[in-house]
């Protein structure tokens, strides 16, 4: 798979595809991040779309003209660049695309003074939670409050940080 990686403007739009919802990972912090996999049933999940917010920085990746994923980072008043939506086209999961991007986002935020990124996901998004740890995200927070009063109660919200090589890890 040949990609390319290009910034893109606000008018841009990549459809939410369904993910697959198949468990949870459940953080612990005892002074230590720790977690684990839970596993459920699987259903399937679609975010609603939204546009690109004025002001983002967004990063899509193309094989050809086929758009595969689209990375939006927005500047943020903390040190770390705010990954505020990656997505990857379904039939290009697990090939290298999310990667792909979450390296253009780690050369921007560079670029730009920051050091790191951060990014924000839900706890029964499983595979992207895991995603986020393998690509060297670490667990920084945990919001457990956010969905209270919401037709997804019981949800919380993980915030995971990725340094910048040569800073200093959390």
């Known amino acids: ?14 459809a939410n ?6 468990g949870r ?11 684990r996999e839970e596993l459920t049933g699987r259903t399937e999940m679609t975010f609603p779309e939204e546009p690109i917010p ?31 939506d990656l997505k990857v086209n379904r039939d290009c999961r697990g090939k290298g695309v999310g990667r792909r991007l979450i390296e253009a986002a780690v050369a921007a ?5 920051y050091r790191g990124i951060r990014t924000i996901c839900q706890d029964n998004n499983l595979d992207a939670c895991l995603f986020y740890l393998a690509c ?7 919001d457990t409050m956010g969905y209270r009063g919401t037709p997804q109660e019981g949800k919380k919200d993980i915030r995971f ?3 910048l090589p040569g800073e200093e890890q959390i």
Do not use: N
């Not at 595809?17 to 198949?22: G, K, L, S, T, W």
């Not at 004025?54 to 943020?76: T, W, Y």
């Open 1 to 14: 798979m040949s990609i390319r990686i290009e910034r893109v403007d606000a008018s841009f739009s990549l």
């Open 17 to 22: 595809q369904p993910f697959e919802i198949r």
């Open 25 to 35: 990972l459940a953080v612990t912090f005892d002074g230590a991040w720790h977690w």
């Open 54 to 84: 004025e002001g983002s920085l967004a990063l899509a990746a193309f094989e050809g003209e086929q758009c595969l994923g689209l990375a939006v980072l927005r500047d943020d008043f903390f040190r770390y660049m705010y990954l505020h």
């Open 109 to 113: 935020a560079k670029e730009r003074g």
């Open 136 to 142: 060297g995200f670490v667990i920084g927070g945990l």
């Open 161 to 163: 940080y990725l340094d």
